[in-house]
């Protein structure tokens, strides 16, 4: 509860924690479970894309049997180019990958026995060595330069920690602590925090903020655009209101007299913390001794400018902020080479996203925005064509009279727009009429209901993207997904809405359209031209060829765990009648193949029984071979055979 009441009638004073304490109670309850590893080879379904590390792109066609001198195996069938086609056998399947980019096109079928997939591949690895070279030196770069060594926690920096209203979640306690360490030591720091909106990034570089002015540094935060700035500002004022220092916002909704006594105050060190956009990075902005800069979504600033964050990063220590989600097999080829934190835990008391999808309904859309409304929420209306977003905007005045509605999209002005949002986030109106351009980095816990109008004409991710605009706080949010009335629906677009409406949690189609936003995340660390490789290759394979050129640049060889070579004549397979799914038994032998220790076959033999019944013999010499090859590579064996089945 966050406020108590007064009834006069029943005699009944109620006081919530905040009224007593002067904060809200810490936020308990288990924490949610980390994300999983995002797409697995065991989501593969007949059709799709996959790229072998040795032959290249092709197509997965099914699980297949194949006899060969009176043994039975089982292989997984793949078509090329023309009529290629390749039987890889089940234990083999650590060289094959999903194929996944951002992108719509088509991938190229690679050919059997041509040189095209290894120019390809040396291509991709080539542009890898030299982007890693490169942030390998900026790397020791920093190593070997000194700045500035910040002091130890002081009791206030306690005292401001503890006044934080929440529980932290474990990611962000992690990365506070990682945060800490850098600004500690003498080496200038250069860290990535990553995390959706609301996870908790914005409270780590409070943290990290108020450490640097406790030792008499001034802190700049730049951020992309004005609203973003307004919204930090707000923020930063309310979180530090108990303690002496100044902060300020540089942007346009400043006038040019305050702006001049902002530049002036931050020259003179009587600013101690600035807030703006890249109106910061302007030759009169001067700082007495800047000692931290904060930045939000730096891949969304144009090369100018991030030219000259480049040139402070080397005296000043950095932390950029990015909302969209990273990968975690990138998270971990690019360890040694940038310092990265990853919050992926989201706050607990989140409740997943109530979805409809429906024909428009003028009846249901009213009841649901008056909904909203009667808790003193929000709603963000989503119409993405400015030809007749004004026509909507008519049709919502008659529908919804006395409710506020604002538009926005993008062939406003900057300024026009930036103040809209603003009348927004403020309270002024009820209903933001809009494009996509809802901010990504915004933070909007009061908007709690979605309506997105044709939403059979957008993909999946960003659907995933403009659903995820609400439910930013502890109240049940909901979204409407709409398609005009009498409209017969492409098989496609059908499923699509089907699968995100099913998957409020992260399901096998959440995990694509997931998998779509952390490519483009990936893009924004490694830079546009990396793009290319990765369409190349499939973002997979360009992962695990980064993680070994990075390795070899630090001097290491890949981490090579011994695979043993197992060519046992006996029937080792899982017969169509036991296990047909075919997704199923991709994800059974993987299980076998990853297995390490004899616990994990029990484990497995134990589910199958309970799930299959009792496996027939081809299963259980699976299981056996399986058990013998962990007893080999204990003993380094690099190849077990038995020929004849004596």
């Given at each position: 509860?966050?406020?108590?009441?007064i009834c006069?009638?029943?005699k009944?004073?109620?006081?919530?924690?905040?009224?007593i304490w002067g904060?809200?109670p810490g936020?308990?309850?288990?924490?949610?479970k980390k994300s999983e590893?995002?797409i697995l080879?065991e989501d593969?379904k007949?059709g799709?894309?996959?790229?072998?590390?040795?032959?290249g792109?092709?197509?997965?066609r099914?699980v297949?049997q194949v006899e060969?001198?009176?043994?039975?195996?089982e292989?997984?069938?793949?078509q090329?180019?023309?009529t290629d086609?390749l039987?890889l056998?089940?234990?083999k399947?650590?060289l094959l990958?999903k194929y996944t980019?951002?992108e719509?096109k088509t991938p190229?079928l690679?050919?059997?026995?041509?040189?095209?997939?290894?120019?390809t591949r040396k291509?991709v690895s080539?542009s890898?060595?030299e982007?890693a070279?490169?942030?390998l030196?900026l790397y020791?770069?920093?190593?070997?330069?000194e700045?500035?060594?910040?002091?130890?926690?002081?009791p206030?920096?306690?005292?401001?920690?503890?006044?934080?209203?929440?529980e932290?979640?474990?990611d962000?306690?992690k990365s506070i602590?990682?945060?800490?360490?850098d600004?500690?030591s003498?080496?200038?720091m250069d860290?990535?925090?990553?995390g959706d909106?609301g996870?908790?990034?914005?409270e780590?570089?409070?943290?990290a903020?108020?450490?640097a002015?406790?030792d008499?540094?001034q802190?700049?935060i730049?951020?992309?655009t004005?609203?973003?700035?307004e919204?930090?500002?707000?923020?930063?004022?309310e979180r530090?209101q108990d303690?002496?220092?100044?902060i300020?916002?540089?942007?346009?909704f400043?006038?040019s007299t305050?702006?001049?006594?902002i530049?002036?105050?931050?020259?003179k060190?009587?600013?101690?913390?600035?807030?703006?956009?890249?109106?910061l990075?302007?030759?009169?902005?001067?700082f007495?001794?800047l000692g931290?800069?904060?930045?939000d979504e730096?891949h969304r600033?144009?090369?100018a400018?991030?030219?000259?964050i480049?040139?402070?990063?080397?005296t000043?220590d950095v932390?950029?902020?990015s909302?969209?989600?990273?990968?975690r097999?990138?998270h971990?080829?690019?360890?040694?080479?940038?310092d990265?934190?990853?919050?992926?835990t989201?706050p607990p008391?989140?409740?997943?996203?109530?979805?409809?999808v429906l024909e428009?309904?003028?009846?249901?859309?009213?009841?649901a925005?008056r909904?909203?409304?009667?808790r003193?929420g929000?709603?963000?209306?989503?119409?993405?064509r400015?030809e007749d977003?004004?026509?909507?905007?008519?049709?919502?005045?008659?529908?919804?009279?006395?409710?506020?509605?604002a538009v926005g999209?993008g062939r406003?002005k900057?300024?026009?727009?930036?103040?809209?949002?603003m009348?927004?986030?403020?309270g002024?109106?009820?209903v933001?009429?809009?494009t996509?351009?809802i901010?990504?980095g915004?933070d909007?816990?009061?908007v709690?209901?979605i309506?997105i109008?044709?939403?059979d004409?957008?993909?999946?991710?960003?659907?995933?993207q403009?659903?995820?605009?609400?439910?930013?706080s502890?109240?049940?949010?909901?979204?409407?997904?709409?398609?005009r009335?009498?409209k017969?629906?492409?098989?496609?677009?059908?499923k699509?809405?089907?699968?995100?409406?099913?998957?409020?949690e992260?399901?096998?189609?959440m995990k694509?359209?997931?998998?779509?936003?952390?490519?483009?995340?990936?893009?924004?660390?490694?830079?546009?031209?990396?793009?290319g490789?990765?369409h190349a290759v499939?973002?997979?394979?360009?992962?695990?060829?980064?993680?070994?050129?990075t390795a070899r640049l630090?001097?290491?060889?890949?981490?090579e765990e011994i695979t043993t070579?197992m060519d046992?004549?006996?029937?080792y397979?899982i017969p169509?009648?036991?296990i047909p799914?075919s997704?199923a038994k991709?994800?059974l032998?993987r299980?076998?193949?990853?297995?390490s220790?004899q616990?994990?076959?029990?484990?497995i033999r134990?589910?199958?029984?309970?799930?299959?019944?009792?496996?027939?013999?081809p299963?259980?010499?699976?299981?056996?071979?399986?058990?013998l090859?962990?007893m080999?590579?204990e003993?380094e064996?690099?190849s077990?055979r038995?020929?004849?089945?004596?």
């Amino acid at each position: 509860m966050e406020k108590g009441f007064i009834c006069h009638n029943l005699k009944v004073a109620l006081f919530s924690e905040k009224d007593i304490w002067g904060k809200s109670p810490g936020r308990t309850g288990k924490q949610r479970k980390k994300s999983e590893e995002r797409i697995l080879l065991e989501d593969l379904k007949l059709g799709d894309y996959v790229v072998h590390e040795n032959y290249g792109i092709g197509i997965f066609r099914g699980v297949t049997q194949v006899e060969n001198d009176g043994v039975t195996r089982e292989y997984i069938l793949l078509q090329y180019a023309g009529t290629d086609k390749l039987y890889l056998p089940v234990e083999k399947l650590d060289l094959l990958y999903k194929y996944t980019t951002s992108e719509e096109k088509t991938p190229r079928l690679s050919k059997l026995g041509g040189s095209e997939w290894e120019r390809t591949r040396k291509k991709v690895s080539e542009s890898i060595r030299e982007m890693a070279e490169d942030l390998l030196k900026l790397y020791a770069t920093r190593e070997a330069s000194e700045g500035y060594a910040f002091s130890l926690d002081t009791p206030w920096q306690r005292e401001f920690e503890e006044s934080f209203p929440y529980e932290e979640t474990p990611d962000q306690l992690k990365s506070i602590k990682e945060v800490k360490s850098d600004m500690e030591s003498k080496q200038p720091m250069d860290r990535l925090i990553c995390g959706d909106v609301g996870y908790g990034k914005t409270e780590v570089a409070m943290r990290a903020v108020f450490k640097a002015i406790m030792d008499g540094k001034q802190a700049a935060i730049l951020v992309p655009t004005t609203v973003l700035a307004e919204q930090h500002y707000r923020t930063f004022t309310e979180r530090f209101q108990d303690y002496p220092c100044t902060i300020e916002v540089l942007s346009r909704f400043r006038i040019s007299t305050q702006q001049k006594h902002i530049i002036s105050d931050v020259q003179k060190g009587v600013t101690d913390i600035v807030i703006g956009t890249h109106r910061l990075l302007s030759r009169d902005v001067q700082f007495k001794d800047l000692g931290l800069l904060v930045i939000d979504e730096e891949h969304r600033f144009g090369v100018a400018q991030k030219e000259k964050i480049k040139a402070l990063k080397q005296t000043v220590d950095v932390i950029s902020l990015s909302a969209t989600p990273i990968p975690r097999s990138l998270h971990m080829s690019l360890t040694g080479l940038r310092d990265l934190s990853l919050i992926e835990t989201p706050p607990p008391e989140r409740y997943p996203i109530t979805t409809y999808v429906l024909e428009y309904n003028d009846d249901i859309i009213s009841r649901a925005i008056r909904s909203e409304l009667e808790r003193n929420g929000q709603i963000f209306f989503v119409h993405n064509r400015i030809e007749d977003i004004h026509q909507v905007y008519e049709h919502l005045q008659e529908l919804l009279p006395g409710v506020k509605i604002a538009v926005g999209h993008g062939r406003m002005k900057e300024e026009e727009l930036s103040r809209t949002v603003m009348d927004f986030l403020n309270g002024k109106c009820q209903v933001f009429l809009c494009t996509t351009i809802i901010e990504s980095g915004l933070d909007m816990p009061n908007v709690n209901t979605i309506i997105i109008d044709e939403a059979d004409k957008m993909g999946l991710a960003q659907l995933y993207q403009l659903r995820g605009r609400v439910g930013r706080s502890d109240r049940i949010a909901y979204a409407y997904l709409t398609y005009r009335q009498d409209k017969v629906l492409t098989e496609t677009a059908q499923k699509r809405l089907n699968a995100i409406r099913e998957f409020n949690e992260l399901g096998s189609g959440m995990k694509i359209a997931l998998r779509d936003l952390e490519i483009r995340g990936a893009g924004n660390i490694l830079g546009a031209e990396q793009h290319g490789y990765i369409h190349a290759v499939g973002f997979d394979l360009y992962c695990r060829l980064l993680e070994q050129e990075t390795a070899r640049l630090k001097g290491r060889s890949p981490r090579e765990e011994i695979t043993t070579q197992m060519d046992i004549d006996v029937d080792y397979y899982i017969p169509e009648a036991y296990i047909p799914d075919s997704g199923a038994k991709m994800r059974l032998y993987r299980r076998l193949l990853l297995a390490s220790e004899q616990q994990e076959i029990d484990d497995i033999r134990s589910e199958l029984n309970d799930r299959f019944g009792h496996p027939p013999q081809p299963v259980e010499n699976f299981l056996q071979i399986a058990s013998l090859r962990i007893m080999a590579r204990e003993k380094e064996i690099k190849s077990l055979r038995r020929k004849g089945r004596q």
